[in-house]
């Protein structure tokens, strides 16, 4: 937690994505606190203001200067975020980013030739951040695995998927080797944002595997559409290193003595059976260690929302100058370039390299 108080932010528009910020500061009032949101049309502030109890402006420049919020997220279409990231950034104000920061590559690089230089931009990727890929960095980071080679993530889509492989095979801005093929199978309808279906039907999904070699190790993105939300689709991701392996939450490692050994990791949640201390996650642990804490207790978050406060606070944080920039647009950029490289090459049915970037300094 900050000694300087609630993280003390803005939202540029309004939707499914912008309400789980605005849930934050309902949730964790202690820790957030939304100071304001911009939307076009002014019904649609009214219902803000009404539902949520914060004052809503028509315009950047009127939240800006009738708020000073510390940082502002942006919720808007892809089209429209670089002008919206490029009028916050001309105000001096940090920007939470929505994703992807540009739609595709020539607006990545217009956007960081724009305001790559100002260091004002993170972008709002959570996925990083979920508590189970932070246990798994934990371990990695500790040489658990020893040299990491191979990762494979079936979790989410495009970007997202290629921000947890990066950070899972700690790669950067390198030249980059693709190659997919994308199939269409059958598939039974799971809920999407609004809940099941009234009638379930199999369906037509897409399916997009990939191969991503990056200074000598190997990523393999894997996900079919509708996957976040499907339960015929489970989430797997496996790490692979010189000296063991993580397969989903089981880990196997060498000892001292070169004797293979095997632990899973842990989720404690409290609130089943008899206990009272309300329904919340409390620790990921592994082999006697706990490997994360949740930082929010008795918020009632799950864990994507855990992730994405984890992302607001550490930019508000950031902008303190007391920890390290969580996601900055440099890494976005990257991860977009990677995810649409995926793309390209399954349509093209051959492999595409990458070029290293303008903004590849930048990447942490």
Do not use: K
Request: aromatic share 6%; glycine share 8%.
């Amino acid at each position: 937690m900050s000694a300087g108080g609630p993280i003390r932010y803005g939202i540029v528009g309004h939707g499914w994505r912008a309400d789980f910020y605005l849930r934050l500061a309902r949730q964790a009032p202690e820790r957030f606190q939304c100071v304001g949101a911009v939307t076009r049309r002014a019904d649609v502030g009214a219902r803000l203001e009404q539902q949520w109890g914060i004052p809503t402006y028509r315009r950047i420049e009127e939240l800006v200067a009738a708020a000073a919020p510390e940082v502002v997220v942006t919720s808007v279409p892809r089209e429209a975020n670089p002008d919206v990231v490029r009028t916050l950034v001309d105000l001096d104000t940090a920007v939470l980013s929505e994703t992807p920061p540009a739609p595709d590559a020539d607006g990545l690089r217009a956007l960081w030739a724009a305001v790559g230089d100002r260091d004002l931009v993170q972008v709002a990727e959570q996925h990083p951040y979920l508590p189970v890929i932070v246990a798994l960095r934990t371990l990695i980071a500790d040489g658990v695995l020893g040299q990491v080679s191979s990762a494979q993530v079936s979790w989410t889509h495009d970007y997202h998927a290629t921000a947890l492989l990066r950070c899972l095979l700690g790669v950067g801005a390198q030249a980059a080797r693709v190659s997919a093929v994308s199939t269409v199978n059958p598939l039974l309808d799971g809920p999407d944002r609004g809940g099941w279906p009234a009638t379930q039907e199999v369906r037509p999904a897409d399916h997009t595997i990939g191969l991503l070699e990056i200074a000598g190790r190997t990523g393999v993105y894997d996900f079919t559409e509708t996957q976040w939300f499907n339960p015929w689709r489970r989430r797997h991701v496996i790490v692979r290193g010189s000296h063991g392996e993580i397969v989903d939450s089981d880990v196997t490692w060498s000892t001292a003595d070169g004797a293979p050994v095997s632990a899973p990791i842990v989720r404690r949640h409290t609130g089943f059976d008899g206990n009272l201390e309300g329904a919340d996650l409390d620790t990921l642990s592994w082999s006697g260690r706990v490997l994360y804490r949740n930082p929010y207790p008795g918020s009632r978050l799950s864990d994507e929302e855990i992730a994405i406060a984890t992302c607001l606070e550490h930019t508000g944080r950031w902008r303190r100058g007391e920890v390290p920039p969580p996601y900055p647009l440099a890494d976005a950029c990257q991860d977009h370039l990677l995810a649409l490289a995926i793309h390209a090459a399954a349509e093209a049915g051959a492999p595409v390299t990458t070029d290293v970037e303008p903004w590849a300094g930048a990447v942490r």
